[in-house]
């Protein structure tokens, strides 16, 4: 899954050290293609299981400053109010807003010059707040009018480049999108600590306290060998997280998607995707949900190059609430994009609504494909 160099959109918000720009949300649109190419007709088992979850670490404490008034949305359905509580605003993942006009412009509204690391994770916007974290794992919410820090909460020694077999980033902390539930007053994201860890944190929106921290890196699975770079996702009681490995495919890693309730942080379920190694699960938009709750990610490279052996990889899933493999849709030429490392997973699922999906990697063809029916 070697991750292509960041394309302007994805660098938005990327190496902001200590320095963040406001800007007028833009929406965009795309023409989708007029074909969907078929899929393979190989299958393979799906790996689900339910596992316990460990004991939780004791907490960091956070930084207080100060203190406003509760924000009001819901993650799922349509954000209200300009609120965009996770990434690209909902669950769909297209960072389509009816309620906003087209923008013929863009200024600075403000800068902030408090955070303490890169930013790699859309900053997300609830009510009169932003919310921002960095890769020094730090979350951070600012004043939505004028950037003032209100609070802030940092949640662990994050890892240093010369402790990863391989990598782009130094240092790792929180790197994807963390996600706002605004009816729990939570902020959850996933931290990755010394020793060597991931761990699901959920904040308080009001404070910035620590309501509870649970390891959320898969049972068996190497946590210095699996990047969590895909936004968090949020649906009824249970967050989604996503994991790939490392820019340059080192190691012994696979791509998962972990259920975690969304009131304790304990792991529910666990999917696995059936490769011998790699099928990374890395998109920055991480897995879009439906309202059904059923949960549609994309691979990437997989390390089969035989056309009778799928695994997999270079393939866009779609998952049960409880992840459970549903249906699975590969291009005719997964193989060649396997041998490649042309990931179709570089990419998240766009629910376009209509029961329609679009899908769109590395390789620069893009797939319109029916959501019931992969």
Known sequence: MKQLPYTYCQRVFLRLRAFLLLTVLLVASCAAPAAIVPSPTVSAPATSTSVPASS???APTATTVSSGSAPTSTVGAPAV????????????RTGFDPAIPSSTSIAPGWRSSALDGDVYAEPL???GFIYVATENNTVYRLDRATGKVVWQAHLGEPIARSQLPCGDIDITGITST???DPTRSLIYAVTFVQPGRHELVALDLEKGDVRFRQPI????ANPLTHQQRSALSLAGDAVYVALGGLYGDCGDYHGWVMAANASDGKVLAQYQV????EGAIWAPSGPAI????????STGNGSSVDPATFDFGD?????SPELKLLDWFAPANWVDLNRTDADIGSVGPALLGGGTIFQIGKAGEGYLLHADAL
């Open 274 to 277: 059936p490769t011998q190694r």
């Open 125 to 127: 916007v609830v009510g």
């Open 315 to 319: 393939a866009v899933l779609r998952l």
């Open 56 to 58: 939780a670490p004791v």
């Open 178 to 180: 963390p996600v706002v």
């Open 217 to 220: 890196d898969p049972s068996g």
């Open 81 to 92: 109010g300009g609120d965009w509580p996770t990434y690209h605003r909902d669950n769909a």
């Open 290 to 297: 439906d309202a059904a709750g059923n949960v549609y990610v």
